[in-house]
């Protein structure tokens, strides 16, 4: 099955920084999403993004599906950033429509 | 809109024992999905249903899992006699194709946290 690998596994922030999260994907996609995980276990969705570029606020995502990657940047940090982000692709050649995560970038952002 | 909603939020049970957790999807939405999610992993798909029926199921649920969707509203998924590798957090999704492609946009619950002693 499809392969996603996310970097870093774990990334410390001084609040008003910026980052990069990177999701990197061994097939091509129908679908890809990037979610926060809060300490709860709520999983919020942030971008629904195949291809691309989005922005919302303070993040913005890139997918070049050709290449198998995805980009999400956070700017001028808040503590309130911090938690899991998951990427997740639905795979093209994958029966259904099942999200297949990677595992994982966990930030904290520290005051 | 209200969301994915999920019931219980935590349960504990005893190694042997039977348990039920329910999930309501976003009203129109007539897809619905399982995950779970154990401790420092992401989420590993279960099964989905389209409306009432049950179109795909992971080799993650073994014979002791069942999940329905009965009127293709919410859903159940039982696992009967749990052991303590079944200690998880179990995630229900939902989504509607609005976009008229294959993909669909997958929104989840908070979640059942179930722990086996």
């Known amino acids: 099955g499809i392969q996603v690998e996310q970097s870093p596994p774990d990334l410390i922030l001084q609040e008003g920084a910026n980052s990069t999260l990177r999701c990197n994907f061994s097939d091509s996609v129908n679908n890809l999403q990037w979610f926060h995980q809060n300490p709860w276990g709520q999983l919020i969705n942030l971008f629904y993004?195949?291809?691309g570029t989005k922005q919302n606020g303070r993040l913005s995502a890139t997918t070049v599906a050709t290449e198998r990657y995805s980009l999400l940047y956070i700017s001028s940090s808040q503590t309130t950033d911090s938690g899991v982000y998951f990427c997740a692709v639905e795979a093209i050649k994958a029966a259904g429509n099942k999200l297949t995560f990677g595992g994982g970038t966990r930030v904290l952002v520290k005051p | 809109d209200t969301g994915v909603s999920q019931d219980p939020r935590h349960k504990i049970t005893k190694r042997g024992q039977n348990v039920t957790f329910r999930c309501d999807p976003i009203s129109e939405h007539n897809r619905l999905y399982w995950y779970r999610q154990t401790l420092g992993q992401g989420p590993e798909f279960l099964t989905y249903?389209?409306?009432?029926?049950?179109?795909?199921k992971s080799r993650l649920l073994s014979d002791r899992f069942s999940a329905e969707r009965p009127k293709g509203s919410f859903s159940t998924l039982e696992i009967q006699r749990t052991e303590q590798g079944d200690s998880a957090m179990y995630l229900c999704a939902s989504s509607q194709n609005l976009r008229g492609d294959f993909s669909y946009e997958q929104y989840f619950g908070p979640g059942t946290r179930l722990t086996v002693t």
């Open positions: 993004i195949p291809s």
């Open positions: 249903f389209q409306n009432e029926a049950q179109l795909e």
